[in-house]
């Protein structure tokens, strides 16, 4: 897998614009750059965003699933991006086969006119994030909606996704890298973890995997993912959408406001928001804690494979006291 700067992801895509009927030519402003490297564009007064993906990420087959998935949500009135058809009538193209980068995936979809994120984790995690509760409840209806619009539109997932599992999560070879490779965590505090995640694949094996609790879920709600418009929050960035527990998703969303002073609030907020859609039971309430500390290991193996990374760094350093107190929490119950 060749690594690609910002002056070859742009040459890619204005490869891709031709295969959207756009002008090669169309000027192209960076939004993000982060596992993909995102554009902004406008086309005949037409507001567009291209995303050239990550290299290897996924395969087609899995990175059609995820925007069949998207269109599904999209066709049931649920709030995210509305992908535009490529000139094949696949939801993206591919491009770069005779560059020396090699082939990506982009895809293109209109754009959301925002005010920007519902938040950022970093301020999340330092406590500094002014949010109201409202947000939260919002949020949480939110994630029901997609819920609810994944069984309601008889959606099933053609290529097998199942990165957020039990083995997933918390197995041998966890999807995302294993957690206790980082090397902060000793002693007794690498104690806790260890005796957090056997509780965690317990506590997950019991609560089983019935339609009701698991299936399609996009599986990465952070703040950043969400954006704030005139008509209300819309999710985006469906790249780690797969098979997991519905309360993954509700686990994501809160995850990096566990230290923020008015964590209860916001916890209590969004399952508020989430239960004006869709129950919960007494099961659900029990696991969570389990769950959303699964939720913060995966972010941890993550960083393991890439320390030097400034948000790698961020999470083995700054983050880690709090997944070792969410442990030793849970160990305690």
């Known amino acids: 897998m060749i690594t690609v700067d910002l002056p070859v992801a742009t040459e890619l895509a204005r490869e891709a614009l031709s295969e959207y009927d756009l002008d090669p030519g169309t000027d192209l402003s960076l939004l993000k750059q982060r596992e993909n490297f995102v554009f902004s564009l406008t086309s005949d007064g037409t507001d567009y965003v291209l995303r050239v993906h990550r290299q290897g990420y996924h395969s087609d087959d899995e990175l059609g699933c995820e925007l069949d998935f998207v269109r599904a949500l999209h066709g049931e009135g649920v709030a995210v991006p509305n992908f535009v058809p490529a000139r094949d009538g696949r ?9 020396a980068a090699g082939a990506h995936q982009v895809d293109l979809q209109h754009l959301i006119p925002n005010q920007g994120n519902f938040g950022d984790e970093r301020t999340a995690v330092a406590g500094t994030a002014d949010l109201d509760v409202a947000d939260f409840a919002e949020l949480g209806r939110l994630t029901a909606e997609v819920h609810d619009a994944t069984e309601r539109s008889g959606y099933r997932m053609a290529v097998p996704r ?172």
Do not use: K, M
């Open 91 to 99: 939801g993206f193209c591919v491009v770069g086969r005779d560059h």
């Open 162 to 333: 199942d990165d957020w599992d039990l083995d997933g999560l918390v197995g041998p070879q966890p999807a995302w890298g294993d957690p206790l490779r980082i090397a902060e965590l000793q002693g007794e505090e690498r104690e806790a973890v260890v005796a957090a995640i056997a509780r965690i694949r317990d506590a997950l094996g019991a609560y089983g995997t019935p339609a009701h609790r698991f299936g399609p879920i996009h599986a990465d709600l952070t703040p950043e993912n969400v954006l704030r418009t005139d008509d209300g929050l819309v999710l985006i960035d469906f790249d780690d959408f797969a098979a997991g527990w519905h309360l993954f998703d509700l686990a994501t969303a809160l995850y990096f406001f566990t230290p923020h002073p008015r964590y209860a609030e916001y916890r209590d907020a969004l399952f508020a928001g989430y239960e004006s859609v869709r129950p919960l039971d007494a099961a659900d309430f029990a696991v969570f804690p389990a769950i959303l500390l699964a939720r913060g290991l995966t972010y941890l193996g993550w960083a393991a494979d890439r320390r030097g990374e400034p948000t790698a760094e961020w999470h083995a350093t700054t983050v880690l006291p709090h997944i070792v107190r969410l442990s030793r929490d849970l160990i305690a119950d």
